[in-house]
């Protein structure tokens, strides 16, 4: 049996990376800190912010509600408030129709240019 190597997932990010991820500023991420208790990064030594997997869900989240959908802070504030699992289930939800649509453009993509 081949050995296969396990790919190395990273347990914290910075705050430019996950900027990146949300391709906004990194002062919005922090302005949004400030705003939304559930968003408390693990600080190390220096000051500098380390992001988990579950910060990084939390920031999607409250960026899908006031970018996305156009909530206003605190209105967003009072969704993640009493209604955090149903717009998790949501935002679930759309991302996989968002890569199905993707997958079926593709297809039809390569359909049109073979035909």
Sequence with gaps: MPYKEKEIEKQYYTIG????MFDVAASLIRFWE????QLRPKKNKKG???YTKQDIETLRT???LVKER???????KDVM??????TKDKMEIIDSLEKVRSFLVGIRSQLNTKA
């Design 17 to 20: 990376e996950v900027a990146a």
């Design 34 to 37: 400030t705003e939304f208790e």
């Design 48 to 50: 500098n912010r380390q």
């Design 62 to 64: 409250v960026y899908h």
């Design 70 to 76: 156009g909530y206003t802070i605190q209105g967003a």
């Design 81 to 86: 408030k009493n209604k955090s699992v149903q």
